[in-house]
C-alpha cells in the first residue's frame, strides 16, 4: 500500500527546543517538498529535493534543517531559531517535474 | 513576492450550479500548473494538472483552463455539490530559481457549495 507518511500526527514542544519532524514514502518519488500551512497564508515551501544527498531552499528556510540520506526519507528539523515554530507542517513528494505530488496527513506541531 | 496569487479568499455557490475558481501567476518560466483540494488538519489531494503546451484539460466535473499571455488559469466545476465544498490550492512548478523542481503553491480559495 504505497503512500507518503508522516509522524507524528500531533507534537508538542517546549520553546527552546529542537524537534524533528519524520517524513517517509515509499512510492519511489525522487523528489520530496516540506510545506508550512498558516491560517491565511496557504502553503510555504521550506525545504524540497530533488535527490538523495542534494536539497534547496524553499521560500520560508530560515530556522529549518533538513537531510536527504535515503530516497525514502526526508526529516525535517525545526530549530530553536525559528520564531514561530507553531503551524501545520506538510511532506509531500513527487516522481518528476511535470507530475502532481502526493502529501502526507501533515503534523501538528505546537511549541509551548 | 508571491508568485502565485489567488485574488479570492473565498467563493460560495449553489449546487448544481458552475464554480469558477480563479488563479494567477507572475513567472513565466512556470510551465506546469496544478489544482489541489483540502479539508481542515489533512493533506491537500490532487485534484488536475494541465502543462503549458495545452489551453485546456478535463477531468470529469472539473476543468482547468490556462491562458498564458494572461499568465492566468482556472479551475470550473460543473456541476457543483455540496461535497467539493474545501479550501482549493493552485500550484506552480517550473523554474522559479534554483531549480525546476520547485512547486509554489497560492494562498487558497475556500469554496462552499450550498444545498
Known amino acids: 500500500d504505497g503512500g507518503i507518511t508522516q509522524s507524528p500526527k500531533y507534537l508538542f514542544r517546549k520553546e527552546g527546543q529542537n524537534v524533528t519532524l519524520s517524513c517517509e514514502q515509499n512510492?519511489?518519488?525522487?523528489?520530496m517538498y516540506w510545506y508550512r500551512q498558516d491560517p491565511g497564508q496557504g502553503l510555504r515551501l521550506i525545504y524540497y529535493s530533488q535527490i538523495v544527498n542534494d536539497f534547496q531552499k524553499g521560500d520560508i528556510a530560515e530556522g529549518y534543517s533538513v537531510s536527504r540520506e535515503k530516497k525514502e526519507s526526508f526529516p525535517l528539523t525545526v530549530t530553536s531559531a525559528q520564531k514561530n515554530p507553531t503551524a501545520f507542517y506538510l511532506c509531500?513528494?513527487?516522481?518528476?517535474?511535470?507530475?502532481?505530488?502526493?502529501f502526507g496527513q501533515g503534523t501538528r506541531l505546537t511549541v509551548v | 513576492d508571491q508568485q502565485v496569487k489567488q485574488n479570492s479568499p473565498s467563493l460560495s455557490v449553489q449546487e448544481g450550479r458552475i464554480s469558477i475558481l480563479n488563479c494567477d501567476y507572475t513567472n513565466s518560466m512556470f510551465d506546469y500548473f496544478l489544482w489541489y483540494k483540502k479539508y481542515p488538519a489533512e493533506g491537500p489531494t490532487f485534484l488536475i494538472s494541465i502543462s503549458s503546451i495545452k489551453d485546456k484539460n478535463e477531468d470529469g466535473r472539473f476543468t482547468v483552463f490556462l491562458n498564458k499571455s494572461a499568465k492566468h488559469l482556472s479551475l470550473h466545476i460543473v456541476p457543483s455539490q455540496p461535497g467539493d465544498s474545501a479550501v482549493y490550492f493552485c500550484a506552480a512548478s517550473g523554474w522559479g530559481g534554483g531549480s525546476n523542481y520547485k512547486l509554489t503553491f497560492g494562498k487558497g480559495t475556500l469554496l462552499t457549495v450550498n444545498p
Open positions: 512510492l519511489n518519488h525522487d523528489a
Open positions: 509531500a513528494s513527487r516522481l518528476t517535474r511535470d507530475t502532481e505530488a502526493f
